[in-house]
């Protein structure tokens, strides 16, 4: 069993960071709607107040590692140009996709969108983070800035959802591949 | 135990809304500026070489070099003037979340190919 290098930090791009980033936004969208909405009465304890803080810093960490690892590490193998003449496209997935009608959507349309759109998540989570570090379980005093926060933290949810998407579809049509192989484990 | 229930009623501080509505609008604007600057990159032929700041990655390393650099220059003017004060949210966070969905709109390629 066997991965190339590129292939596993890619996977550790996707399915470490930014599936982790997907996971956690339900659980900070729920969080914040139901504990922290003006309308809520319940006590909120310090310490749930700070793992909420946390939870969030920790978000915008990876939302940050996220964007930075497809943008400089993986995004360059991508976009990887083959030496003029090159038949086979296989280690150039940008150019492999764009080879044909059927799949240079997945270029023009998915990673066109997901190379930016991508970039509103680590802004809106880092945005929600420092406010809730800042005003806490105020937020409920805050009506519009409660409503302004969670509404940043779904729509960053959406972007990644649409960034994860058309990684995994782009990676699936044309994967990034390339560098050392890692061999996992030997099979029978 | 460490935990320390607090009433919302009664413990609860007025923080002024300065620094929450600076960093909710600064983070509207920089979401904008992503898109504005791809679409200015994706237009131009000048512009998309100036933008190339990582020549591996290519306009993406400008592109959203510049809009981050915007976004954090424009939470700090906004979180020096505002700090201390109570602003208006209902504006502002209206305003923010405009352009937060404008940005995602005009993210998405048919729609930024219309410019």
Redesign the interface.
């Given at each position: 069993m066997e991965i190339t290098e590129h292939s596993f930090l890619t996977l550790i791009h996707g399915m470490g960071f930014g599936a982790l980033y997907l996971l956690a936004c339900s659980g900070a969208i729920v969080e914040l709607y139901r504990r922290y909405a003006p309308s809520c009465q319940t006590q909120i304890e310090v310490r749930d107040e700070r793992f909420l803080g946390t939870y969030l810093i920790v978000m915008a960490v990876l939302a940050w590692l996220t964007v930075l690892s497809g943008a400089y590490i993986v995004y360059p193998w991508y976009r990887a140009v083959p030496p003029p003449g090159t038949a086979d496209l296989t280690g150039f997935p940008q150019r492999l996709l764009m080879a044909s009608p059927s799949t240079i959507g997945w270029h023009s349309i998915g990673m066109e969108w997901k190379e930016h759109v991508a970039w509103l998540v680590p802004i809106s989570i880092t945005m929600a983070a420092a406010v809730f570090v800042r005003y806490g379980r105020n937020l409920r005093r805050h009506r519009e800035l409660h409503a302004a926060v969670l509404g940043f933290v779904f729509v960053s949810m959406l972007a990644a959802g649409i960034a994860g998407f058309f990684g995994a579809m782009l990676n699936k049509n044309a994967p990034v591949q390339g560098g050392e192989t890692i061999r996992l484990m030997n099979g029978k | 135990m460490?935990?320390?229930?607090?009433?919302?009623s009664a413990k609860?501080?007025?923080?002024p809304?300065g620094?929450?509505?600076a960093?909710?609008l600064?983070?509207g604007i920089?979401?904008l500026m992503?898109?504005l600057f791809?679409i200015a990159a994706d237009q131009s032929a000048a512009i998309k070489s100036l933008m190339i700041f990582?020549k591996?990655?290519?306009p993406?390393?400008g592109?959203?070099t510049c809009?981050?650099a915007v976004?954090l220059i424009s939470w700090g003017i906004l979180e020096w003037r505002w700090r201390g004060r109570m602003i208006s949210?209902?504006p502002?966070?209206?305003a923010?979340?405009i352009l937060?969905?404008i940005?995602?709109l005009l993210?998405?390629?048919?729609i930024?190919d219309l410019f």
């Open positions: - | 460490n935990a320390e229930p607090v009433s919302t609860v501080m007025d923080f809304t620094s929450g509505a960093a909710v600064a983070a920089g979401s992503v898109a791809a990582y591996p990655t290519g993406l390393s592109v959203t809009a981050i976004w949210l209902k502002v966070c209206t923010a979340l937060l969905g940005s995602l993210t998405f390629p048919p930024a």
